[in-house]
């Protein structure tokens, strides 16, 4: 029985140390005699490698009150097995009392994720058997940003958009905002190397797990999935705002004419974005493209009637547009324009598709607001669809005010809704279809909510349009930043992207007219999703 007892101890270990040797010596107990030899026969095998390594300069500490250390190479890394003589008892007759593996003192430390793409494994958890690693956490609540005041509603004057011209870039201006960020969020070992447990009490420090480098990372994520998560990193992953964010203004619109920039999306090299004019409902919409560095190319989609924009597998856009009321596909950089999905729902044009998002398996769900709606024509209820590959809408959600702002967690799993009536978030079934709402409830709540962005730790990036403010929650709905402010912006704020190279360049779009709102850009700490 205290056999039995010192092979379940053991078998704990079998992951991170020398499970096979365990499993092969103690699974018969009745042979302790013959097992003590074949004991002793590895241990001066053992001795001989350590020996071997040390005179390489290569070992580990020593613990006092422990018995020898042996060096073994299991599995391509290095862990330091140490086990006392009341542990060789055990195959004797005896009791175990310890059976515990350490990391060397010679892994290097884990890092935390600096660049796009897998990271190495976290540092192992403290105690006598290596613990299951945590997963991600969330960072402590980030200080509230200054809003200043709240400036009126924006209003501007009807005006055709200006189709095909090409105009000069405003130099860049640097705005800075209030304060913001949440304490390390995310943290933990995630998708890492195996961690080594820091051993009995009184041993050595819990050393770091480090990923074999010939190994393939494992996935990313569980789940379905969205488009572009294939481009994230691993993680782990740490604040997700800079201590001092700075907003620069990329360019203004440089007319007299009121436009409306929405709907920002990353495509290969370059932004895309809705411009939309003043008129009568449903407005004129064109679509403008903007390379870093160059010129903002005004209607290189002319006529397209958008609002919202995503990006498909493919690499091409799909719209909501107010236009045709439904949802549209524009090739890029054609912009040979299709249908997608249902273009009614109950033989009636939907209000005015605001914002969308697609699932990788192809469902797509998109917020239907009246902003935008004909006189007379429409739904007569505002509300959140879900369009799957077969093509024929459902409701995800009817009772919302005028919803808006749309995104999906990296893994495909969660749903995020903002509108007039809060924030929410709806898990999703394998197939796509939602579950039941669930509220997020916050202190200082949503004020005309707008657009929405993610990032790769699926943290939700919101926008409050007259507040001017760009607000974070982690996955849960806990806020854990926000920047922004009428410091940051001068105009009213509408939607959010990221891209460029490395993804981290967070783009936001507003209200603009003359030399007032337009393009703006800020680094951030976390890639994130390109619409």
């Known amino acids: 029985m205290r056999c039995k007892q010192a092979r379940a101890v053991c078998i704990r270990h079998e992951s991170s ?13 009745r042979e302790p005699k013959g097992i003590a030899a074949r004991l002793a026969s590895e241990h001066v095998t053992c001795e001989q490698q350590r020996r071997t390594r040390l005179k390489s300069g290569v070992g580990s500490a020593q613990r006092p009150g422990y018995g020898l250390p042996h060096v073994m190479k299991i599995r391509r890394f290095s862990v330091s097995f140490r086990m006392s003589a009341v542990a060789l008892a055990c195959f004797s007759g005896g009791l175990v009392t310890a059976c515990s593996a350490g990391e060397g003192g010679d892994d290097p430390e884990t890092q935390a994720n600096a660049s796009f793409g897998p990271s190495s494994g976290s540092a192992g958890s403290t105690g006598s058997s290596p613990a299951s690693n945590p997963g991600p956490g969330t960072g402590a609540p980030g200080s509230a940003g200054s809003n200043g005041a709240v400036p009126a509603p924006s209003s501007g004057s009807n005006g055709e958009v200006p189709g095909g011209n090409v105009s000069g870039v405003v130099p860049p201006q640097q705005m800075t905002g209030g304060t913001q960020n949440g304490g390390t ?16 009490p009184g041993g050595g420090a819990a050393g770091s797990g480090a990923m074999p480098p010939d190994e393939p990372p494992p996935p990313a994520q569980t789940g379905v999935g969205r488009v572009g998560v294939e481009q994230c990193p691993q993680g782990p992953f740490g604040a997700p705002l800079p201590d001092n964010p700075v907003v620069t203004k990329l360019f203004s619109v440089g007319a007299d004419n009121f436009f409306n920039f929405e709907g920002p999306v990353w495509v290969g090299d370059a932004l895309y974005f809705s411009e939309i004019g ?15 560095g160059g010129m903002l190319e005004r209607g290189v989609l002319s006529n397209t009637g958008s609002n919202g924009l995503a990006l498909d597998a493919s690499g091409n856009l799909i719209a909501a547009t107010h236009d045709v009321g439904a949802i549209s596909t524009f090739t890029v950089p054609a912009g040979t324009r299709g249908q997608r999905g249902a273009q009614t729902f109950n033989n009636t044009r939907f209000n005015s598709p605001n914002d969308l998002v697609e699932r ?28 799957p590959p077969q093509g024929e809408a459902t409701v995800v959600d009817g009772t919302l005010s005028n919803p808006n702002g749309i995104t999906l967690s990296p893994d495909g799993n969660t749903l995020y809704v903002t509108s007039a009536s809060g924030f929410r978030r709806y898990e999703l079934a394998e197939d796509g279809t939602p579950g039941p709402a669930i509220t997020i409830n916050l202190a200082d709540g949503l004020q005309t909510p707008d657009g929405m962005g993610m990032d790769c730790a699926g943290n939700v990036y919101t926008v409050e349009h007259f507040r001017r403010l760009i607000r974070v929650f982690d996955p849960q709905g806990n806020e854990i930043g926000r920047f922004g402010g009428p410091a940051s912006f001068d105009r009213d704020v509408t939607n959010v992207a990221f891209g460029g190279a490395d993804r981290r360049t967070m783009f936001v779009t507003t209200l603009t007219q003359g030399q007032q709102g337009g393009l703006f850009q800020v680094q951030l700490n976390i890639p994130g999703f390109p619409y």
């Open 17 to 29: 140390v020398a499970g096979h040797f365990w499993r092969q010596h103690a699974a018969d107990e």
């Open 185 to 200: 969020q995310n943290g933990g070992t995630q998708n890492g190397g195996v961690a080594g447990s820091a051993g009995m």
């Open 278 to 292: 003043g008129g009568q409902n449903p407005p004129p919409s064109n679509i403008n493209r903007f390379r870093p």
């Open 360 to 387: 990788a398996d192809g469902n797509i769900y998109f917020t239907d607001p009246s902003f935008q709606a004909p006189p007379g024509q429409g739904q007569g209820a505002t509300r959140v669809y879900r369009v």
